[in-house]
C-alpha cells in the first residue's frame, strides 16, 4: 500500500538522527516498505511525526492499542530537533526500543524520553505502546 509522499526533499539528511540521506533511509518506510527491525520502524515514526504522516503512525501502530486518530495538524505546532537512540533489544517477535526525542513547543526547548514496546506479526513490526522515562 502507497503511502503518502512526506514533505522532506530526497537529498535531504533523515530526521531520524540515522546520518543518512531521507532517500536511503525513512523514506521508503514513508513510502511502502515496512522496516525490518523494530529500531527502524522506531526511526521511521520519528521521522513520521516530524511530518504529520499520521496515516503511516497509525498504519504502524499496533490495533489493540491504536487511537482512532491522532489529529496531529490539530495539534500546537511542534518542531521536532533530534532523536537519539539510547538502546534497542529484541527476540524474535518483542522489542524495546528506548530513545530520547527532542523538540520545540511555542519557542520552549522539551524532550521525550521513551521506553518503546514493539510486537512482530506476520513478519511486520507494531508500536504497541510506551513508558515514559524521567
Not at 524520553?113 to 515514559?132: A, Q
Amino acid at each position: 500500500m502507497a503511502r503518502k509522499n512526506a514533505k522532506l526533499k530526497q537529498s535531504e539528511q533523515c530526521p531520524c538522527g540515522s546520518g543518512s540521506d531521507y532517500t536511503k533511509c525513512c523514506a521508503q518506510y514513508l513510502g511502502g516498505q515496512w522496516p525490518e527491525t523494530a529500531e527502524q520502524l522506531m526511526r521511521s515514526r520519528y521521522t513520521a511525526f516530524t511530518q504529520n504522516a499520521e496515516d503511516y503512525l497509525l498504519e504502524t501502530w499496533h490495533e489493540q492499542t491504536r487511537p482512532q486518530s491522532l489529529n496531529l495538524c490539530e495539534q500546537p505546532v511542534i518542531k521536532w530537533t533530534g532523536l537519539k537512540v539510547v538502546s534497542h533489544s529484541s527476540t524474535i517477535d518483542k522489542a524495546e526500543v528506548e530513545f530520547i526525542a527532542r523538540y520545540k513547543i511555542n519557542g520552549k526547548a522539551e524532550k521525550i524520553h521513551e521506553l518503546s514496546h514493539f510486537i512482530k506479526l506476520d513478519g511486520r513490526w507494531f508500536y504497541v505502546n510506551g513508558d515514559n522515562i524521567h
